[in-house]
């Protein structure tokens, strides 16, 4: 099993500015900093702090941004690719890069011009009252010519990256729509057309308040519920409600649709897949078996479990007819619960083979 050193969660991604807000920002502390004492040495500091303070400003915005970038080698494969399926990758990481550049552009004008600043001399020794004013005034102006040209250079560095800092800001909005799903916690995918019953077995078999989560290109939300096991080790397994994912045959989708829901491939787990047995059953058998059919070609690495759910009102020649169409395509019988997750028949059994399957498997 891969470890990835980080998860991605939606939740936790930066915030970026853009170059307006952090030019504010600059703006109103640079407003406050006021000369403290009085003659020329407190109003070289003054300029030096300007400087500073534009130069702490810029750089911890700039860092903020870098330092919490997507580090996509270190992701997990499920997020990797429905990352790569939201936004333009190639050119997130490209405007990454762009500001590390310009971090180290910021950092060689700072040093620069704060020794311009420091090293600037002026001797004021035998020199009389009037010239020594003038002589104070002409040093400070150059300071301050300094400061300026400092400032500017500065600021035009981070504003030529405006464009980056929203194509970086934009990829945070669209990336908001990938769930938290612990991508190597082991998990139980519970797919199946709709009204089969997924959701009635997901709350049956989990314990916590399910969470719900949006998946990207789907309309619906993805209900993400637990299991605590104590032995033989504690592990939490993850049991996912696929509603709008796994409920229709796969090759309506397109294309990016399709890989969205393909990235579940990389998540660790077994799929159940349900079958509505009963006598009101919405979809047929054979529209029921063939979203199976296609799921089990899709997630041909993948252990999947069949269950012909709501057997409490179904008839045993319906029962009988959904068994040997499923064993026709290939599910040994072994992998063929019936169950009725309303009222809780077998579901315990299916639970038991799944969880052991789920700590046994190198899925
Ligand atoms: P989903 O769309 O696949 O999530 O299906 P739901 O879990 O929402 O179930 C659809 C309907 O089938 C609900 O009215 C459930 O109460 C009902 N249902 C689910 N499982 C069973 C079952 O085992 N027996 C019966 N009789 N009804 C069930």
Request: aromatic share 8%; with cysteine; charged share 30%.
């Amino acid at each position: 099993m891969n470890n990835y050193t980080e998860v991605f969660n939606a939740r936790t991604l930066p915030y970026v500015p853009t170059y307006d807000e952090i030019l504010k920002k600059i703006q109103n502390r640079y407003r406050k900093l006021k000369v403290k004492g009085k003659g020329w040495r407190s109003r070289k500091r003054l300029e030096l702090e300007r400087i500073e303070l534009v130069y702490n400003i810029l750089l911890s915005e700039i860092n903020k941004v870098i330092d919490d970038a997507i580090d996509m080698n270190k992701l997990h494969p499920f997020y990797r690719e429905l990352i790569k399926l939201l936004i333009n990758h190639n050119e997130y990481e490209r405007c990454i890069n762009e500001l590390k550049r310009s971090r180290k552009l910021l950092r060689r004008f700072f040093i620069r011009y704060r020794s311009l600043v420091k090293e600037k001399r002026i001797n004021l020794e035998e020199v009389k009252e009037e010239e020594r004013k003038r002589l104070i005034f002409r040093y400070l102006t150059e300071i301050k010519k300094i400061r300026r040209e400092a400032i500017g250079r500065m600021l035009s560095t981070v504003k030529r990256k405006r464009k980056c800092l929203e194509i970086i800001k934009k990829s945070y909005i669209a990336l908001r729509n990938i769930p938290s799903i612990n991508a190597d916690a082991p998990s139980i995918i519970v797919a199946g057309m709709p009204q089969v019953g997924k959701s009635t077995l997901v709350s049956k078999i989990s314990s916590a308040k399910p969470e719900v989560a949006p998946y990207p290109f789907t309309t619906k939300s993805i209900i993400i519920g637990h299991i605590r096991i104590e032995k033989p080790y504690e592990t939490l397994i993850q049991v996912i409600d696929t509603p709008g994912l796994l409920d229709r045959p796969l090759s309506e989708r397109n294309k990016i649709e399709l890989q969205a829901i393909l990235a579940l491939r990389h998540l660790r787990g077994i799929i159940i897949y349900l079958i509505d047995t009963s006598i009101n059953r919405y979809y047929s058998f054979r529209e029921q078996i063939n979203v199976l059919k296609e799921i089990l070609d899709a997630f041909r690495d993948k252990e999947i479990i069949v269950a012909l759910n709501k057997i409490d009102e179904a008839t045993q020649r319906d029962i009988d007819e959904a068994l040997k169409q499923v064993i026709e395509i290939g599910i040994p019988r072994d992998k063929i619960f019936l169950i009725s997750a309303l009222h809780g028949y077998n579901v315990k059994t299916l639970l038991d083979v799944v969880l052991n399957k789920l700590l046994t498997c190198k899925c």
